[in-house]
Nanobody, 127 residues
Framework: QVQLVESGGGSVQAGGSLRLSCVAS????????MGWFRQATGKEREGVAG???????SYADSVKGRFTISKDNAKNVLYLQMNALQSEDTAMYYC?????????????????????WGQGTQVTVSS
């Protein structure tokens, strides 16, 4: 049974940092593309960052240079280091796993192609 459990969210002032974690279980962690998504109240879900099985990364323009996605295959953990946080980053953050093994998407931040999602962790940035 695939499970994704996020943690690390919280409240922070603008300019601060947080590191989100997503612990995965129930499958061969290193074989799947993983992504971070977020959804603010009243807005559609948007892709934040993705990381492939080869370590290649993809970022939304709004977070480039501020956020870093990484993973620890030995620990089955996905991370999102968020620096220079802005009020616009306030949202529920979700990690997700691709449906297909070894999937190498052309548009990894669209949300399509992911079949497992965590329950989310809230990030609130105050200005």
């Amino acid at each position: 049974q695939v499970q994704l459990v996020e943690s690390g969210g919280g409240s922070v002032q603008a300019g601060g940092s947080l590191r989100l974690s997503c612990v995965a279980s129930g499958y061969t962690y290193s074989a799947y593309y993983m992504g971070w998504f977020r959804q603010a109240t009243g807005k559609e879900r948007e892709g934040v960052a993705g990381i492939g099985t080869d370590g290649s990364t993809s970022y939304a323009d709004s977070v480039k240079g501020r956020f870093t996605i990484s993973k620890d295959n030995a620990k089955n953990v996905l991370y999102l280091q968020m620096n220079a946080l802005q009020s616009e980053d306030t949202a529920m953050y979700y990690c997700a796993r691709a449906k297909l093994i070894a999937w190498a998407p052309k548009s990894p931040l669209s949300g399509a192609g992911y079949s497992y999602w965590g329950q989310g962790t809230q990030v609130t940035v105050s200005s």
